[in-house]
């Protein structure tokens, strides 16, 4: 049996590796283990750091599983959308809360998700083109405001270049801009005078802009991250990072009204918890428990099917035990209807 090597990332003294083989046996190797993927095909890899320096690597398979590694071990496994391939992913400190961001496309739409799989605020952004048909062919990143948080920049196949607020998901100003052809390859950002610059191509030209006017920061400025096609990213920042413990107005649930078959019931803790989720109809009547584990420093999402609920309102009681002991809930309303 041979190991075919699909991707490979370096930073310093650590590797890793993603491999595949015709007996099916698919692997991540790195410097500090090697985890089997369980017939999963690997497609992308990505690293960046945690806040207590340990490298993490992101990897995507063909079933649009996104797996956290790290120290030779599986943190987490998450899926994005089924329904449509997802062949690259890039990493982004869009929200300055002390976690990068798995940042994707889906059809028209660029979606975010941090490690424990929870779609970042004020995502999804939603690209809006004259052309008939929207393709988004590449997504960089890089702060352009001077707000020491990076904007996302997404780029079609018909050559149209969008650049979004990661933290309101709001466009630029002045965008989006034009190369007026099919983009030969991923656009490039590079500094100037310590400004963001951007470089498209198409088949017959090449188009460079100075698209901020302040100084800027590159994060994941090309197709591979950086210059040296390392893929790789360092650890987030945490200058909006969430210090109280069990925030009530970060819980909340989406989509609300729920039409469909499930709801996420979305809240953040600032410390590892068990979260215990009791929904009542506005009678008292109880309907529902949920039992999760929560990941501390970031939101997490547990999901809620009411294929078998009523239309109504309903009251989700949402109760965070840390492992230090805290305890804190908050009510929200969910509105099935059907």
Not at 282 to 297: P, W
């Amino acid at each position: 049996m041979s190991l075919v090597p699909r991707r490979i990332v370096v930073q310093d003294n650590f590797y890793a590796v993603i491999s595949s083989s015709s007996e099916n046996l698919n692997l991540y190797q790195s410097s500090l283990g090697s985890v089997n993927l369980s017939g999963e095909i690997p497609t992308n890899i990505a690293l960046t750091k945690n806040n207590s320096g340990d490298y993490v690597s992101i990897i995507l398979t063909d079933n649009n599983n996104i797996y956290i590694i790290s120290n030779g071990s599986i943190l987490n496994r998450f899926q994005l959308s089924p329904e449509n391939p997802i062949d690259f992913f890039i990493l982004s400190d869009i929200k300055l809360d002390g976690n990068n961001y798995v940042v994707v496309k889906n059809k028209n739409q660029v979606e975010a998700y941090n490690f424990n799989g929870a779609m970042a605020d004020n995502f999804p952004l939603n690209i809006e083109s004259n052309n008939d048909i929207i393709t988004i062919s590449s997504i960089v990143s890089a702060d352009i405001e001077g707000s020491a948080k990076p904007e996302i920049i997404v780029s079609t196949h018909y050559g149209e270049i969008y650049a979004f607020d990661g933290g309101s998901g709001k466009l630029i100003s002045g965008f989006p801009i034009t190369i007026g052809q099919i983009l030969a390859a991923t656009p490039s950002l590079f500094l100037s005078e310590e400004k963001v610059n951007l470089i498209a191509a198409n088949q017959t030209q090449i188009n460079a802009w100075s698209i901020s006017s302040v100084a800027g920061k590159l994060y994941w400025s090309e197709e591979y991250g950086n210059p040296q096609n390392t893929s790789f990213i360092d650890a987030a920042e945490n200058t909006n990072r969430i210090n109280e413990f069990f925030p009530a107005n970060r819980a909340y649930n989406y989509p609300n009204p729920v039409y469909e078959g499930t709801t996420n019931i979305r809240y953040y803790v600032a410390e590892d918890s068990k979260i215990s989720i009791k929904i009542f109809d506005l009678a008292g009547d109880f309907v529902a428990e949920l039992n999760d584990d929560a990941q501390g420093g970031m939101d997490n999402e547990t999901v809620w099917n009411v294929g078998d609920i009523q239309s109504g309102v309903y009251l989700a009681r949402i109760e965070a035990n840390s492992t230090w002991g805290k305890t804190e809930q908050a009510v929200i309303k969910i509105a099935v209807v059907k």
